[in-house]
């Protein structure tokens, strides 16, 4: 089994049209479940250590949902490098009513790959 390295608020959800994708996940629910994996972006124009969090729909199809904290970028990378991640992660998707009206969100909880999975 899997363990738990990692959960944090993923960034970036309320850009580039991610709300809606946050919306089609939620299926009009207030809270939703859906597996993800990391995607390391190398050529993002912002930051070079950049890595996307990508939702896997009901479709089986990877949407880019935000990413990782910036902070934390390099010690993930390093992580993803060295093959010590598991390939697919748990994300909760949230839906939240703010001043400005509702507002879409989602954690992450990163995984460690078992001692004994090769892959």
Known sequence: MEKKLA????R?????GRQGILEQI???KNVARCLAVLVPEPDNPHDKNAIKVCALS?????QHIGYVP????EEFLSAIKAKI??????VSIF??????GEFLWADIEVLRKE???KN
Do not use: P, Y
């Open 7 to 10: 959960k944090f608020k993923v």
């Open 12 to 16: 970036g959800t309320s850009f580039e």
């Open 26 to 28: 939620l299926e009009g």
């Open 58 to 62: 009901r479709e089986n199809e990877l």
């Open 70 to 73: 910036k902070e934390i970028c």
């Open 85 to 90: 991640l598991a390939k697919r992660h748990r």
């Open 95 to 100: 839906r939240s009513q703010e001043k400005k």
């Open 115 to 117: 001692k004994n999975d």
